[in-house]
C-alpha cells in the first residue's frame, strides 16, 4: 500500500460526501481511505462513513483528537500517511506532487500543502505580492520557528514511528499538531511546505456545535497552548 489518507469525521454528513468525492477523484495509485468516527449520532451519517471508507472505525463517544489520529495510523498500512481534516477538497494530482517533495528530501518527515489558513498565519503580505516568484518551489520550515497547524499533512510513516504518533497529552483539540512539529525537529526530521499543491479548507467545518461550544473550544485552545509552551520553553518566549 502507497499511500493511507486518514480523516476523522463527526457527523458533518455533507462535509464530508464533498471531502471524499475529492478523494476518490483527484487521488490515484495504490491507496486507503481511513474514516475514524468520532462519535457520530447520525445514523445515515455512519452508514456512509462506513459504506464510503475501505477502513471504517468508531468511537462510542467523542474521544480526543490525538487519539482518534492515532488509532487511524494504527489501521493504516500505506508507506505514505495523509493526516487530513474532513472539510477539505483536494486538487488533481495532489499526492504525485507532495509525495515527490517527500521523496526528494530525505530529511523530510511531512509536507503541507498551501491552503488559505496557511497562507493567512504564515505569510505576509509582502510576500503575497510575488508569491509565484517567491514561492514558486517546495520549501523548508525553519526548525522550532515556523510549524503548520493539522489540517493536512502528508508524512512518511518512518517519520510517524519515530516520533511515536501523536501526544495524547493535549486534551479534546489542538496543541498535538504543534507537538507533532516539534518532535519531527528533534528527531532531526525536516517540515515541508509545497506551494504547487492547494488544498481547499473550509475551516470550522469539522465541528459540532452542540457537542463543543466556541467558548469551551477557545478554552481548550488556551489552555493546550500553554501547554505546548511549557513543554518547549526554549522556542516558544513570546509565542501567542
Not at 40 to 48: E, L, R
Request: hydrophobic content about 35%; overall charge positive; proline content about 3%.
Amino acid at each position: 500500500m502507497e499511500l493511507s489518507i486518514i480523516a476523522v469525521v463527526i457527523d458533518n454528513l455533507e462535509v464530508t460526501k464533498r471531502f471524499v468525492s475529492s478523494i476518490r477523484q483527484y487521488t490515484k495509485g495504490k491507496y486507503e481511505l481511513v474514516l475514524i468516527d468520532n462519535g457520530s449520532k447520525n445514523k445515515k451519517a455512519i452508514q456512509y462513513f462506513k459504506k464510503s471508507a475501505d477502513k471504517y472505525f468508531r468511537f462510542p463517544k467523542i474521544t480526543d483528537l490525538a487519539k482518534a489520529w492515532n488509532k487511524g495510523i494504527e489501521l493504516s498500512k500505506g508507506k505514505y500517511v495523509a493526516v487530513v481534516n474532513n472539510d477539505t477538497v483536494v486538487p488533481p494530482n495532489w499526492f504525485k506532487l507532495l509525495k515527490e517533495t517527500l521523496d526528494k528530501n530525505k530529511k523530510a518527515g511531512m509536507v503541507s500543502p498551501i491552503t488559505y489558513w496557511l497562507i493567512k498565519g504564515y505569510f505576509s503580505y509582502g510576500n503575497l505580492r510575488n508569491f509565484d516568484k517567491t514561492f514558486s518551489k517546495p520549501f523548508k520550515l525553519m526548525k522550532f520557528k515556523d510549524v503548520v497547524m493539522g489540517e493536512f499533512c502528508v508524512f512518511k510513516r518512518k517519520a510517524l514511528k519515530a516520533v511515536g504518533g501523536y501526544s495524547e497529552i493535549y486534551h479534546i483539540l489542538s496543541g498535538e499538531d504543534l507537538e507533532m512539529c516539534f518532535q519531527l525537529y528533534s528527531n532531526g526530521y525536516d517540515i515541508c511546505v509545497d506551494p504547487r499543491v492547494f488544498v481547499y479548507h473550509q475551516g470550522g467545518a469539522s465541528r459540532i456545535k452542540s457537542i463543543i461550544s466556541k467558548k469551551r473550544e477557545r478554552n481548550i485552545y488556551q489552555k493546550n497552548f500553554k501547554l505546548f509552551k511549557s513543554r518547549w520553553p526554549k522556542y516558544t518566549k513570546g509565542w501567542k
